[in-house]
């Protein structure tokens, strides 16, 4: 059997005064669609940032293909696509195609020329996410939903093996987030990306995702999706937080 794709071990972090997460244990494997789900404050953010590498675990451990992630500078094959990333107002300049190829930039690095295949990758990308149409307006003119596709595309032009997405529904108007994660769906298993959602969206989501993670500060519960309808109402007021639709 191969390793799993990411492995977290014992993995605690706290802020300076504030304890974000406490002995988490959770495992991904290659071709999973995981949602964390969580109330506010919970620790969602800080667990995706730890996958990351952006922040350091105080103690425990991230494994990476069974590998200590000292091995791991480079998570190019990471994509990440923040909290509040869809959020341009109408005054900013950059077209999508110049957002999408930013991706790449930043894995040639500064001092070196994005490779003459950019345009062709570019163009992958915005396939994939339903934007090809779109690619020579300024990002500031789109919708909430249309400006998260585009960064998706971004994160998805350097070819990740993972996707990770913080609250990516948030200021997609309600008559497309079915679509939205339509798209997600699509990806995870026409593309093989593995998927790890951090959503309130719960209800939403259930039929698409494989795996969930119930997280507050500790994770109170991971599983095959089916767990999730299994739980009472109390349960899950709890878990989906502010936006608990009946
Ligand atoms: P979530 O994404 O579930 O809303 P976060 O991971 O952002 O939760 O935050 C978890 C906890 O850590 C919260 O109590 C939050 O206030 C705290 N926190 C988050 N970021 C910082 C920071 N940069 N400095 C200090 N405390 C932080
Ligand atoms: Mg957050």
């Known amino acids: 059997m191969s390793a799993p794709l990411i492995e ?5 972090f706290r802020y300076e005064q504030t304890i974000a997460l406490e002995a988490i244990n959770m495992t991904v494997e290659e071709g999973d669609f995981l949602a964390i789900l969580g109330p506010n404050g919970s620790g969602k953010s800080t667990l995706l940032k730890i996958l990351l590498g952006l922040l350091k675990p105080t103690t425990g451990e991230v494994k990476l293909f069974g590998k200590d992630t000292k091995h791991f500078k480079e998570r190019e094959w990471i994509g990440y696509v923040s909290q509040k990333s ?3 107002n109408s005054g900013f300049p950059a077209t999508v195609e110049e957002v999408v190829k930013g991706g790449l930039v930043k ?15 570019v163009d992958r990308a915005l396939r994939s996410v339903g934007m090809e149409e779109l690619r020579k307006r300024p990002i500031g003119e789109l919708s909430g939903g249309q400006q998260q596709r585009v960064f998706i ?9 993972v996707l990770i997405l913080d609250e990516p529904t948030v200021g997609v108007d309600q008559q497309n987030v079915q679509a939205f994660y339509d798209m997600l769906d699509r990806l995870n298993r026409e593309e093989g990306i593995t998927l790890i ?6 209800d939403v989501v259930s039929d698409r995702i494989s795996h969930v993670a119930c997280l507050n500060q500790t994770i109170h519960f991971h599983g095959f999706k089916n767990e999730l309808e299994r739980m009472s109402d109390e349960q899950r007021e709890a878990w989906y937080g502010h936006s608990v639709r009946k």
């Open 197 to 202: 959602l951090v959503t309130h969206d719960a």
């Open 8 to 12: 977290i071990k014992n993995v605690s």
């Open 153 to 161: 595309a971004r994160a998805l032009v350097s070819r990740p093996k």
């Open 86 to 88: 869809n959020s341009f």
């Open 107 to 121: 894995k040639a690095g500064l001092f070196h020329r994005v490779p003459a295949s950019a345009t062709k990758e």
